[in-house]
């Protein structure tokens, strides 16, 4: 039983230092919207079995930089994202391979960037809302697509390949539950 213990407080911090990375990461200095979070929130929902854990994951580790980067009136939308993004996670969770990992997350930045910028058109009052108006919202963020969706397949490749190499080091990890 202790070595069970062992293995959990493993994998728990395992899963600690993988929030920390994500926190470390938006820190630097990466271009726009090149960020974990996306590939976490991916991860989260693809690796951990205990659903509001998976779901924490990402939001703990957005919070807490968001304290420190600063707070805005979209957050909830951001958020209510990446909890979608989860959801994918979730649902390729029996899915082998890395090609289901690189399409989810390219389609987690394809939701990043509909959902998100669609509340920008509609709240922010920068944009007429008109068909223009959503057209032009959308081609101005076309240049922080082209980060998300190099930061979410970047950051996905290390989370998922540096936990495959963890699993197979330590294969305890592969069948303990989180």
């Given at each position: 039983m202790s070595s069970q213990v062992g293995f959990f407080n493993l994998r728990l911090l395992s899963i600690i230092g993988i929030i920390?990375?994500?926190?470390?990461?938006?820190?630097?200095p990466l271009p726009v919207n090149f960020s974990p979070i996306g590939a976490l929130a991916l991860f989260a929902g693809f690796t951990i079995t205990n659903r509001l854990g998976a779901f924490a994951l990402p939001m703990v580790a957005m919070l807490l930089t968001d304290l420190v980067i600063g707070l805005h009136d979209l957050m909830w939308v951001v958020y209510a994202t990446f909890a979608v993004i989860v959801a994918v996670g979730i649902f390729l969770r029996d899915q082998k391979g890395a090609l289901p990992k690189v399409a989810g997350a390219l389609l987690a930045s394809v939701l990043f960037f509909v959902v998100t910028n669609f509340a920008v058109w509609a709240t922010s009052g920068m944009y007429p809302l008109t068909q223009e108006g959503l057209v032009s919202?959308?081609?101005?963020a076309v240049?922080?697509?082209?980060?998300?969706?190099?930061g979410d397949l970047v950051f996905a490749a290390v989370l998922f390949t540096g936990w495959a190499y963890l699993e197979k080091t330590v294969p305890a990890?592969?069948?303990?539950?989180s």
């Open positions: 920390v990375f994500a926190i470390v990461m938006r820190f630097l919202c959308y081609l101005a240049p922080f697509f082209k980060n998300q969706v190099a990890l592969a069948t303990a539950r």
